[in-house]
């Protein structure tokens, strides 16, 4: 009897709530919608959140451009390619309250971008795999992670901040985090909480000073490395190391290739600097040459991530501003002759 009180109650609530939420998105939708245009009809579309924002106020901008942020070491003394924890804490900190959301990078480059209306999307990377990116040591038996290392900073920060979304990818050599006792367990940690590894070849290879049976070799070199410990899982992202880019028409090789019967067909190819990257609905974005940005303070040149945060704050830059629905692309009118027309699976709304 009891149990019965209690789903009744259950249903009840949900009818209830269900019955709220489509009066609310009904008479919000005649109002803020005034003013769009959709160019594609989808009848069950009637309750998506897009239509319950008032565009003129969250402003989304589905174009605006990105930061793929790119980290090397978290270290105690801050130089040109060292970040402090401190430090490293401040920039997720300043992300945070500034209203920007971590992605996962296979998601930027695919569209797939889950952030919530009003924030902005940032992509956080890591290159080289040093000890600092990813340090455990053991206690009582148990194995513990470095507080001060990158993923320890990160896990913490998921743990305060966990509408964050904190991820991240680490672009791997063959030297895994060099403690190789603890590769196994590394790679698998990263797994299971939401992180990717990447490919930054097998032995940190200029693919600027290679010819193309050296870059497919250290690349997939770099694959067997890994799926020897995390068997199934696809190395699909490379960041080249020194930003190195194979010369003319071997930059296939830095996409896709072969090796030894093992095939590779990267995802999205990261550069080195200096600037946030295009949407991935702009009709000239390029999976393969993505940009980055130096997320330092220390020698950047102003072209650092702090600069791009200014440059966002007084509008010299336009970021993208998320109208918290995967399955539309909400534009400013002014932006519709940027946008990749070829996009079939995604619902255009102008304003
Ligand atoms: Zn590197």
Redesign the pocket.
């Known amino acids: 009897m009891k149990n019965k009180a209690i789903i009744l109650f259950i249903l009840l609530t949900l009818l209830l709530s269900g019955c709220s939420k489509s009066d609310v998105s009904k008479s919000e939708s005649n109002t803020s919608n005034e003013n769009t245009e959709s160019t594609s009809l989808n009848e069950s579309k009637d309750e998506n959140t897009t239509n319950k924002i008032n565009y003129n106020e969250v402003k989304p901008n589905e174009l605006g451009k990105i930061m793929v942020l790119m980290y090397h070491n978290i270290g105690q003394d801050e130089s040109t390619w060292v970040r402090t924890p401190d430090n490293f804490r401040k920039d997720l900190n300043t992300l945070y309250k500034k209203g920007y959301r971590a992605i996962r990078l296979n998601d930027y480059v695919s569209g797939n971008i889950n952030t919530k209306v009003g924030f902005t999307p940032v992509v956080i990377t890591f ?2 795999g040093n000890e600092n990116n990813f340090r455990v040591f053991e206690k009582d038996g148990n194995i513990k992670i470095d507080p001060n290392c990158a993923v320890g900073i990160l896990e913490d920060f998921k743990k305060s901040h966990p509408d964050f979304d904190t991820t991240a990818t680490f672009f791997l050599n063959s030297n895994i985090f060099n403690q190789p006792e603890y590769v196994d367990y590394k790679l698998k940690f990263l797994l299971e909480n939401g992180y990717d590894i990447g490919n ?1 070849t097998s032995y ?1 290879t200029d693919l600027s000073k290679s010819d193309k049976d050296t870059i497919q070799n250290t690349i997939v070199q770099e694959i067997e490395v890994i799926n020897k410990y995390i068997k199934d899982y696809p190395i699909n992202t490379l960041a080249l ?2 930003g190195g880019k194979p010369q003319g028409e071997d930059y296939i090789y830095a996409i896709k290739g072969d090796y030894n019967s093992i095939s590779y067909d990267n995802n999205a190819v990261l550069l080195v600097g200096w600037d946030p990257y295009k949407s991935p609905y702009h009709k000239d974005f390029d999976f393969s040459k993505i940009h980055r940005v130096r997320a330092s303070e220390t020698n950047v040149d102003n072209v650092g991530l702090y600069d791009w945060l200014n440059k966002f704050d007084e509008n010299k830059e336009i970021k993208y501003i998320s109208d918290g629905d995967p399955t539309t692309i909400c534009i400013p009118e002014t932006y519709k002759d940027v946008l990749n027309t070829d996009i079939q699976d995604k619902i255009i709304i102008t304003y």
């Open positions: 290159d080289d930054h940190h190391p020194f």
